[in-house]
């Protein structure tokens, strides 16, 4: 499925028109985000920062998606992040560096997100704990 279809999808999931069954999927999320991927995920507690207004899920093969509902005047946005490696450890910080550049955190999210280590540039440690690299967001908006 093309990206730009799925962020759409995504984003009609969170519309308030849309359909029954969305709206309680949705819903569901968003109440209970530890269904999504547990305690401590970032699944889980990204919807948990942005309370009753997120939805995100990632998949598989290095795919974030992640639904922000109607907010402040703004319609539903979706978003969809795909490594194209496969890689799930940089779809975190990719999506979190678009969601800061298209602004569409408040300051105190994004100081959290940032104090959570989803920001980039997040530091890429070997076994024995050594920094090794980093991982850097090299698009802009």
Do not use: C, Y
């Not at 598989?60 to 109607?70: D, F, K, R, S």
């Not at 890689?87 to 999506?95: D, K, N």
């Not at 280590?117 to 920094?131: A, D, E, F, T, Y």
């Amino acid at each position: 499925m093309p990206l730009a279809a799925t962020a759409l999808g995504v984003a009609r999931l969170l519309d308030p028109d849309a359909p029954a069954e969305a709206q309680t999927v949705t819903k569901a999320m968003m109440q209970h985000p530890e269904m999504v991927q547990g305690d401590g995920g970032f699944d889980t507690e990204f919807m948990r920062l942005l309370a009753g207004r997120a939805i995100s899920k990632r998949g598989a093969e290095g795919v974030q998606i992640i639904g922000l509902a109607p907010h402040a005047g703004r319609p539903a946005i979706g978003l969809v992040v795909k490594v194209a490696d496969g890689s799930a450890r940089a779809a975190t910080p990719a999506a979190a560096a678009a969601l800061a550049q298209l602004g569409l955190l408040s300051a105190d999210e994004l100081a959290e997100v940032q104090a959570r280590g989803w920001l980039p540039p997040v530091p890429q440690r070997n076994w024995r704990g050594l920094l090794t690299g980093e991982m850097r967001a090299l698009f802009t908006f």
